[in-house]
């Protein structure tokens, strides 16, 4: 099993920046790749950025420019830093890892970011 805590969520005026931080603990797979995805209410979850073991890195149009993916190979630990944050990006944030053996995903419990006009 995975187990994926995130951290970094809150309330932020818009313009302003947050840092959200997830750690994977268990049996992590060897070659995955980590992503971020966000479900606003009444909305479907969508993709915001993933990043693979070797540092690839691929974002949805709607954060080019203002976010940025990373991790922390030896940590398990992948980041995501947002800057010029918008009403707009306004959700639930939940980390994943998407294990390409077997199309397996793991999931984070999700953690609240809110961005106030």
């Known amino acids: 099993q995975v187990q994926l805590v995130e951290s970094g969520g809150g309330l932020v005026q818009a313009g302003g920046s947050l840092r959200l931080s997830c750690a994977a603990t268990?049996?992590?797979?060897?070659?995955?790749?980590m992503r971020w995805y966000r479900q606003a209410p009444g909305k479907q979850r969508e993709l915001v950025a993933g990043?693979?073991?070797?540092?690839?890195?691929n974002y949805a149009d709607f954060v080019k420019g203002r976010f940025t993916i990373s991790r922390d190979n030896a940590k398990n630990t992948v980041f995501l830093q947002m800057n010029s944050l918008e009403p707009e990006d306004t959700a639930v944030y939940y980390c994943?890892?998407?294990?390409?053996?077997?199309?397996?995903?793991?999931w984070g419990q999700g953690t609240q970011v809110t961005v106030s006009s």
């Open positions: 268990g049996s992590i797979p060897s070659i995955n790749a």
């Open positions: 990043i693979t073991n070797g540092g690839s890195t």
């Open positions: 994943n890892i998407y294990r390409y053996y077997g199309g397996v995903n793991y």
